[in-house]
């Protein structure tokens, strides 16, 4: 479970926001009618290996599989071009916003109080995006 509030992490200035709910196809968007049509669509990051989670929106963690699922990676151009979870991995699909790049199913995830979520994007554990979305 998470500790500190999205209001605290602005605060301490750890995560940036970022447009990164997105249909299957990459566009952007903050609201969805079923949970597994929300998607991670990439933002401009570094090469490397990252995480997401979904919380509710007061940090409490609704993802329901271990972390080693939900990794992925992001090449040398900013662009997420693997889903790093084997056979746990989520589904994918190609974003046709950001050609070259994957989007990424945050499912399974539990229900929230009030269909408000966030997604936060993790970098050796420690929280570097995250973005605010609805499932009604």
């Not at 070259?100 to 994007?121: H, N």
Request: charged fraction near 20%; aromatic fraction near 8%; proline fraction near 1%.
């Amino acid at each position: 479970m998470r500790i500190l509030t999205l209001t605290a992490v602005l605060a301490a200035g750890c995560a940036s926001s970022a447009n990164l709910a997105a249909k299957q196809d990459g566009t952007s968007t903050s609201a969805f009618s079923k949970k597994t049509e929300v998607y991670l669509s990439g933002a401009d990051w570094s090469e490397g290996t990252y995480t997401f989670e979904v919380t509710d929106r007061h940090g409490n963690t609704l993802s329901t599989d271990p972390a080693s699922c939900r990794r992925f990676h992001v090449d040398v151009n900013g662009l997420i071009t693997a889903a790093l979870g084997g056979g746990c991995g989520h589904a994918w699909a190609n974003d046709r916003v950001r050609h070259g790049a994957l989007t990424i199913q945050l499912a399974p995830f539990d229900d929230s109080r009030d269909d408000r979520y966030s997604l936060w994007v993790m970098a050796d554990d420690i929280d570097i995006a995250y973005d605010a979305f609805r499932v009604q």
